[in-house]
């Protein structure tokens, strides 16, 4: 059983800038994709960020903010966020997928998600 652990949530001012990580405790080598999600209260969770092999992509909301990166062979993913606002203000999940994607940013293609973390940015 795969169990997506993420960490570096918190509290920030903004323009500030946060660091969230996740490992998946469980999983076995392989090709893999990640997402990084988020759902702020009473809206529905949105794609933030993707990253196969390499190969990223963004929302726009945080493009240019935001860097996506991913463990070399090992299960880990990064997401650091710059340039924070306080719209960013979410829950932020991970989630893996052990098989490709058509459409990243659709929360039915992952199989395993992270518990979630929570980041605030006050203005």
């Known amino acids: 059983q795969v169990h997506p652990v993420e960490s570096g949530g918190g509290s920030v001012q903004r323009g500030g800038s946060l660091r969230l990580s996740c490992q998946a405790n469980?999983?076995?080598?392989?090709?893999?994709?990640t997402a990084w999600f988020r759902q702020a209260p009473g809206k529905e969770r949105e794609g933030v960020a993707f990253?196969?092999?390499?190969?990223?992509d963004y929302a726009d909301f945080v493009r240019g903010r935001f860097t996506i990166s991913q463990g070399n062979g090992e299960p880990t993913s990064h997401l650091q966020m710059n340039s924070l606002k306080p719209e960013d203000t979410a829950t932020y999940y991970c989630?893996?997928?052990?098989?490709?994607?058509?459409?990243?940013?659709?929360?039915?293609?992952?199989?395993?998600w992270g518990q979630g973390t929570q980041v605030t940015v006050t203005s």
């Open positions: 989630a893996f997928s052990d098989s490709g994607v058509e459409i990243w940013g659709d929360v039915s293609e992952y199989h395993y």
């Open positions: 469980g999983y076995s080598w392989g090709s893999f994709c």
């Open positions: 990253i196969r092999d390499g190969d990223t």
